[in-house]
């Protein structure tokens, strides 16, 4: 039994002024607040240790709030987890790609929660399997150790269990690190598709320049919600030099620079030392420059 | 083919050898299921330390009149959850907080047991005294050892997924914080089943290579699993027969045969890579 989609006009997340303190006494997240909806693509961005994993441990129920509430698909979050509606792909290195299973038992671990005690898989769930591994192209490889993929197969062998899971809500760590650019462009070609069936993806990233290539919502965070909303109004220079303070790495190129005229328009790269984020224009009326990306 | 008759059937027409090869196939059994957890999960260290934390338990309990192996479970699990807490509540690693508090119950353990006059001998709680078991001790370690047998059969693809992917594990609401204790307190067990046999030094060996093994000669967790066991309870056998022809110590011999599996199986490993066409 999958969980069927979820409602589009309620809250898929709902992030209700929660503080999240650590055993240590560090303020993790201080009274954060966001809602997200169904059917988008969302990129959370942040410097490291802004609380950006801790907000996917709370999302996970990993760490309960000390303040606030967190509530999935309109329920609480123990209750949106048993129903599998959240599936995690991990961050690449927080794998140990030795472990012995094969590409195939990866994708059955989305099954668990569908199984008996035992784990015994049903016709059902060997069903799920095979059609998630074709929905990602892996197929022919799944009988391969999962240590013997490319960088781009592994996070589709992970993104086939989230899939075969039947998670609604899917959180991404870092989606683009070891992998190459036309790698990228496939792996955001199976987003928007997941998104366009109603899911909603969250995506904690480094990779400023791809954001605006395929989501549709941005949370700038550092402890709490810094800006949120369409990424068009929100993920603007402004909103990102205030989220990250001065760690980005900034250039602008205007003036005699850049044109002979008295054009006013002006280029600037903001980058966190992975692909850069571009824009061009006048001052406070800059675009996005997405820079041509090798078609799949 | 006498011989070989002669090589098996001559050392187990004696009771001794008897129980002492049930209580061998047991505690290699066991041994190895669990270690195909500790080697996946990055534990190895924790059965060192589980294991040497059990003596000062031994001597208290012998102290307050209880079963022995009530106090050894007690003080292995203590040291696991001892380890746990504090590594949350300190600045030190996992490793360097494990080390300390292993050491220092250990090193209890012998400051008491040189202190208070007990009926053991060190050196059967250290390396063991297979030959030595009697039936009640053949009783106990299987009362212990099977249903942890059970439990590991029945429970080995959540503990597996656990070890692979806790985040994922929580995610789809298995009961992470279960899964993580279980297999503490299976460890625990575990090294008080072997404690008659193989002793607390050598149990070590025997909660790793195993799982070792395994790994190396397989790429899938269920056949690992199997070749764990086989390659334990295999060693177990040779080992003690082996120890009966020599005249050597039987927990150690076991162990020898098991590393050196181990290390063939490494070798034969190294000259195929090198040997395979590319």
Redesign the interface.
């Known amino acids: 039994m999958n969980p069927s989609r979820l409602p589009g006009d309620r809250p898929a997340i709902m992030v209700d002024g929660v503080s999240v303190r650590y055993a240590n006494g560090v303020t993790a997240i201080d009274d954060a607040s966001f809602r997200l909806f169904p059917a988008s693509i969302c990129a959370l961005v942040g410097v490291n240790g802004s609380g950006k994993s801790t907000l996917f441990k709370t999302l996970m129920g990993f760490l309960a709030p000390a303040k606030g509430a967190v509530s999935i698909a309109g329920q609480k979050v123990a209750d949106a987890l048993k129903q599998g509606l959240v599936a995690y792909v991990p961050q690449s290195e927080d794998v140990d790609w030795n472990f012995p299973v094969l590409v195939e038992d990866v994708v059955m671990m989305g099954r668990y929660g569908h199984m008996g005690l035992l784990r015994l898989a049903s016709k059902a769930d060997r069903a799920a399997v095979d059609a998630a591994l074709e929905r990602v192209g892996m197929s022919a490889l799944r009988h391969r150790q999962i240590g013997e993929l490319s960088g781009g197969q592994k996070k589709r062998v992970f993104l086939a269990r989230a899939l075969a899971q039947g998670g609604q809500i899917i959180l991404l760590d870092e989606p683009f690190t070891g992998v190459d650019a036309r790698t990228e462009t496939a792996i955001i070609d199976l987003l928007r598709a997941m998104r366009d069936e109603g899911r909603l993806i969250l995506v904690s990233t480094h990779n400023l320049g791809s954001i605006p290539d395929f989501c549709d919502h941005v949370i700038l965070f550092n402890r709490t919600v810094i800006a949120a909303g369409p990424i068009e109004t929100t993920f603007t220079e402004a909103n990102l030099i205030r989220a990250f303070g001065g760690v980005l790495r900034h250039v602008r190129i205007d003036g005699s620079d850049l044109h002979d005229d008295a054009d006013a328009r002006r280029v600037t790269v903001l980058t966190d030392d992975e692909r850069p984020l571009v824009l061009y224009g006048e001052r406070d009326r800059e675009k996005l420059v997405a820079p041509d990306r090798p078609k799949a | 083919m006498n011989a070989v008759l002669g090589f098996i059937t001559q050392p187990l027409a004696h009771d001794f050898m008897q129980r002492g090869l049930v209580v061998a196939l047991l505690v290699g059994m066991i041994c190895a299921m669990l270690s195909c957890y500790l080697v996946?999960k990055g534990w190895s260290l924790m059965g060192d330390a589980v294991s040497h934390a059990v003596l000062p338990g031994i001597v208290l309990a012998f102290v307050a009149g209880l079963p022995l192996a009530l106090g050894a479970f007690a003080a292995g699990l203590g040291c696991a959850l001892a380890t746990g807490y504090l590594q949350?509540?300190s600045r030190v690693r996992e490793d360097a907080v494990m080390g300390i508090v292993f050491s220092g119950l250990f090193a209890l353990g012998l400051v008491l047991f040189v202190k208070v006059e007990t009926d053991q001998h060190l050196n059967h709680i250290l390396f063991g005294n297979m030959l030595g078991v009697q039936l009640r001790d053949v009783a106990e370690t299987a009362l212990i050892a099977l249903p942890a047998i059970a439990f590991l059969l029945?429970r080995r693809?959540?503990l597996?997924?656990y070890?692979?992917?806790p985040?994922?594990a929580?995610?789809?609401?298995?009961q992470v914080g279960f899964l993580h204790y279980g297999l503490l307190v299976l460890l625990a067990l575990t090294i008080v089943a072997s404690l008659k046999a193989v002793g607390i030094i050598l149990v070590i060996a025997m909660l790793i290579a195993p799982g070792a093994i395994?790994?190396i000669v397989?790429?899938?967790?269920g056949?690992?699993m199997v070749v764990a066991v086989l390659a334990a309870t295999g060693s177990s056998l040779i080992g003690t027969l082996l120890s009966f022809h020599l005249d050597a110590a039987t927990g150690p011999m076991i162990v020898v045969v098991q590393s050196l599996l181990f290390a063939l199986l490494v070798v034969i490993r190294q000259v195929r890579l090198a040997l395979a066409p590319h």
Not at chain 2, 218 to 221: A, D, N, V, Y
């Open positions: 996946l949350a509540h029945v693809r959540d597996m997924l070890c692979f992917d985040a994922h929580r995610a789809i609401g298995l395994g790994l397989t790429r899938r967790f056949p690992m």
